[in-house]
């Protein structure tokens, strides 16, 4: 299965949709790529019509095991204009037990976190919310969750906006500020790499941010213009940045899965080839930085903050210049 050290890749399974296919293609077709052997799966929508143990054997036939879920708010329509943020309490309450749900599905499938993407949390216009109550009510939200199954690691996966025009918590530092906020010792911090470029952020910081103020329980790999979420191949725009996050990832101690949210279905490409090549790419650029994190030259001009000498470096070992 997995080489020791070396963390599992996983892939947004969504790319892997057909017509007329429903998750076990999906799962089926992930499990074809060769090199795939964790999954994240979406909670409630790939549990429509399952069960926690029929998707599990979905996965291990594909020879894949669980890594965590992933809550999607978007398939209840109250949820529009916010899940923890909602103005009506009883609509706020149905989205933290939709949560406890999928992290008692993801309990008993054998995985090990829940991602929260809370892309209706949000606003758009001036005077619409109530800043201070918003955040309270998801603080208070995040507390109610963690503390279902204090056992169970809970991650935020924070962007700058999308599907509202302002998320609530739109980058590592505020992020960060709600988690510590929250005060729960399995609440963390996923890092994606596309998110993180759209909130105008340099990846290893923000490992490093996020590593010294809480932890960093995901690491969504991808790669983007810094304009939107792009979802392209990972380190095919970005990758000094993405050899340089690895190398962060590495002082940190960071074993977890990497999962590739990329999205092929949006540009026509073919789900199975293009998590082939990330699996490749990513594979060459974790070596350069198992490499180039040990260079004492490099070391030295980080030290001094000569970028001269250190971009001449990392180009010598990146691009064989």
Same mark, same amino acid.
């Given at each position: 299965?997995?080489?020791?050290?070396?963390?599992?890749?996983?892939a947004?399974?969504?790319?892997?949709?057909?017509?007329?296919?429903?998750?076990?293609?999906?799962?089926?077709?992930?499990?074809?790529?060769?090199?795939? +052997?964790?999954a994240?799966?979406?909670y409630?929508?790939h549990?429509?019509?399952?069960?926690p !143990?029929?998707?599990?054997?979905?996965?291990?036939?594909?020879?894949?095991?669980?890594?965590?879920?992933?809550?999607?708010?978007?398939? !209840?329509?109250?949820?529009?204009?916010? %899940?923890?943020?909602?103005?009506?309490?009883?609509?706020?309450?149905?989205?933290?037990?939709? $949560?406890?749900q999928?992290?008692?599905?993801?309990? %008993?499938?054998?995985?090990g976190?829940?991602?929260?993407?809370? @892309?209706?949390?949000?606003?758009?216009?001036a005077?619409?919310? =109530?800043?201070?109550?918003?955040?309270?009510? $998801?603080?208070?939200?995040?507390?109610?969750?963690?503390? /279902?199954?204090?056992?169970?690691?809970?991650?935020? !996966?924070?962007?700058?906006?999308?599907?509202?025009?302002?998320?609530?918590?739109?980058?590592?530092?505020?992020?960060?500020?709600?988690?510590?906020?929250?005060d729960?010792?399995?609440?963390?911090?996923?890092?994606d790499?596309?998110?993180?470029?759209?909130?105008?952020?340099m990846?290893?910081?923000?490992? /490093?941010?996020?590593?010294?103020?809480?932890?960093?329980?995901g690491? /969504?790999?991808n790669d983007?213009?810094?304009?939107?979420? =792009? @979802?392209?191949?990972?380190?095919?725009? /970005?990758?000094?940045?993405?050899v340089?996050?690895?190398? !962060?990832?590495?002082r940190?101690g960071?074993?977890?899965?990497?999962? &590739?949210?990329? &999205?092929?279905?949006?540009g026509?490409? =073919?789900?199975?080839?293009? %998590?082939?090549?990330?699996?490749?790419?990513?594979?060459?650029?974790?070596?350069?930085?198992?490499?180039? @994190? +040990?260079?004492?030259?490099?070391?030295?001009?980080?030290d001094?903050?000569?970028?001269?000498?250190?971009?001449?470096?990392?180009?010598?070992?990146v &691009?064989g210049?």
């Amino acid at each position: 299965m997995t080489r020791p050290n070396r963390p599992r890749y996983a892939a947004r399974l969504n790319a892997f949709r057909q017509p007329g296919e429903g998750i076990a293609g999906m799962i089926a077709a992930a499990g074809r790529v060769g090199g795939l +052997d964790a999954a994240d799966l979406n909670y409630p929508d790939h549990f429509d019509g399952q069960t926690p !143990e029929a998707l599990s054997g979905m996965l291990g036939r594909a020879g894949m095991a669980l890594n965590g879920l992933a809550m999607r708010y978007y398939t !209840e329509p109250a949820f529009s204009i916010g %899940a923890f943020t909602n103005p009506d309490r009883t609509v706020r309450q149905k989205a933290i037990d939709l $949560t406890r749900q999928g992290i008692d599905a993801c309990r %008993a499938m054998g995985g090990g976190v829940m991602t929260l993407w809370m @892309g209706q949390d949000g606003f758009d216009y001036a005077f619409q919310g =109530d800043y201070a109550r918003m955040w309270d009510d $998801t603080v208070a939200a995040l507390q109610a969750v963690a503390d /279902h199954d204090p056992q169970m690691d809970v991650a935020v !996966e924070y962007k700058p906006n999308e599907p509202r025009a302002h998320a609530l918590m739109p980058d590592v530092g505020t992020t960060l500020l709600g988690v510590r906020e929250a005060d729960r010792p399995n609440l963390g911090v996923t890092l994606d790499f596309a998110h993180v470029l759209y909130a105008d952020e340099m990846p290893a910081h923000t490992a /490093h941010l996020i590593a010294r103020h809480s932890r960093l329980l995901g690491v /969504h790999l991808n790669d983007g213009y810094g304009k939107r979420d =792009d @979802g392209l191949m990972a380190g095919t725009v /970005h990758p000094v940045a993405t050899v340089e996050l690895f190398v !962060e990832l590495g002082r940190i101690g960071y074993d977890g899965v990497i999962y &590739f949210d990329t &999205f092929p279905d949006h540009g026509g490409l =073919d789900p199975v080839e293009e %998590a082939r090549t990330n699996i490749a790419l990513v594979e060459r650029l974790r070596t350069l930085a198992g490499r180039i @994190g +040990d260079l004492p030259d490099l070391r030295a001009a980080i030290d001094r903050q000569d970028a001269a000498a250190s971009q001449r470096i990392v180009a010598r070992e990146v &691009f064989g210049a």
